[in-house]
């Protein structure tokens, strides 16, 4: 029996990256995974073939976390489908590095809308699907939030912004046996940062120079403490950021 027997989990952002990892991590851990994409849904449907194929169950759903009526959608089809929910990991974000004079009001709202107010959007809309045995919340924010390096500002608030959320409603929603706890990465290799340039630039050579341990992170380094904090073996944490930077600050 694993850790989140029987647990159902939507996971926003989940078709690659971080999101997938999580997602294969849960279901081998016995979860029930709803794994939540935007527009990438031959890799989504790929994350969910890898879960069945090992005796997993999971399913793939559209939504914009952008967008409160696809908010709205991915939960009730969720509830549809597997008739209660446990478990919300906040993984989807994007993120767009410029200097302040080059930013726009476009990069601005995009990144808020996604990385914030979907974050909050989807966090209320999964209070009226919790039962009475309340849930985990998992916010995937970022070191970025403390290391706050030049020409990344707008990235840098939305997940400072995350981890003010994180303290707050965990204070809030802890009489009704929400937990509400953070995992801050460091440099992670996903396809983002792959397509973004930045495996292999010279701000990933400092990073993983700077790093303790060596080297930058896959997603399977982060995904154990997800499952961690979405089992009872966390019962007692609410509030908590986790950095898992490999000794990175």
């Known amino acids: 029996m694993g850790k989140l027997q029987n647990k159902v989990a939507i996971v926003t952002g989940a078709s690659k990256g971080i999101g997938a990892g999580i997602a294969k991590g849960f279901a ?14 031959d890799a989504a ?29 991915l939960f009730a089809e969720t509830q549809r489908a597997f008739g209660r929910l446990d478990i919300l990991v906040n993984n989807a974000a994007v993120f767009e ?25 989807a966090t209320r809309e ?14 995937i924010g970022s070191a970025i939030s403390t290391l706050t390096p030049p020409q990344t500002v707008i990235y840098t ?3 400072g912004a995350i981890d003010a959320i994180t303290r707050s409603l965990s204070k809030e929603l802890g009489s009704r046996k929400i937990r ?30 700077q790093t303790p341990l060596g080297r930058y992170a896959e ?31």
Do not use: H
């Open 97 to 121: 590095f410029a200097r302040l004079e080059d930013i726009d009001e476009g990069q601005f709202r995009r990144q808020f809308d996604t990385n914030v107010m979907g974050v909050l959007l």
């Open 126 to 139: 999964a209070l009226r699907y919790f039962d009475r045995n309340g849930g985990s919340v998992i916010n």
């Open 45 to 73: 449907d790929r994350v969910v073939s890898e879960i069945k194929s090992k005796g997993g169950n999971a399913i793939a759903l559209q939504a914009d976390i952008s967008k409160p009526s696809d908010i709205s959608r």
């Open 28 to 41: 081998a851990e016995c979860a029930i995974v709803v794994v939540n994409y935007n527009s990438s849904k």
């Open 219 to 249: 997603p399977e380094d982060i995904a154990p403490l997800a499952v961690f904090l979405a089992s009872s073996d966390s019962a007692w944490l609410t509030g908590e950021l986790i950095t898992a930077s490999g000794g990175l600050r």
């Open 180 to 209: 509400v706890n953070s995992i801050n990465p460091g440099t992670v290799r996903t396809e983002g940062t792959i397509e973004a340039g930045i495996m292999g630039s010279e701000m990933q050579k400092n990073y993983e120079l």
């Open 157 to 159: 608030a939305t997940k």
